[in-house]
């Protein structure tokens, strides 16, 4: 069993930045692909961007191509999101996400979920 737990969240001025961070831990962390989703309000919960199992490999969802980036460190069972050029329609609650094996952006192949971290862009 794996426990996600997010933090970093919170209130940012539109074209600034914000680094989310997501500690893992109960499981062996280079054996699951890491990814990030975001629930915008009224919104059903959209893939961000994901990692592989060794960092070798992201993926990210168009909007926030240039702008997100995702690393991980094994070493310390850790996941980031470094957010920049924040945009209002960035505001969401951003969910940590863990997919044993390879990389994936669907949502219902992710195994364990964290409890998520509100980000609110302010214009």
């Known amino acids: 069993q794996v426990q996600l737990v997010e933090s970093g969240g919170g209130l940012v001025q539109a074209g600034g930045s914000l680094r989310l961070s997501c500690a893992a831990s109960?499981?062996?962390?280079?054996?699951?692909?890491m990814g990030w989703f975001r629930q915008k309000p009224g919104k059903e919960r959209e893939f961000v961007g994901a990692i592989s199992r060794f960092g070798g490999t992201t993926a990210y969802e168009d909007s926030v191509k240039g702008r997100f980036t995702i690393s991980r460190d094994n070493a310390k069972n850790m996941q980031y999101l470094q957010m920049n050029t924040v945009k209002s329609e960035d505001t969401a609650v951003y969910y940590c996400?863990?997919?044993?094996?390879?990389?994936?952006?669907?949502?219902?192949?992710?195994?364990?979920w964290g409890q998520g971290t509100q980000v609110t862009v302010s214009s």
């Open positions: 996400a863990a997919k044993f094996g390879s990389m994936r952006s669907a949502e219902d192949e992710y195994d364990y």
């Open positions: 109960g499981g062996t962390f280079n054996d699951y692909a």
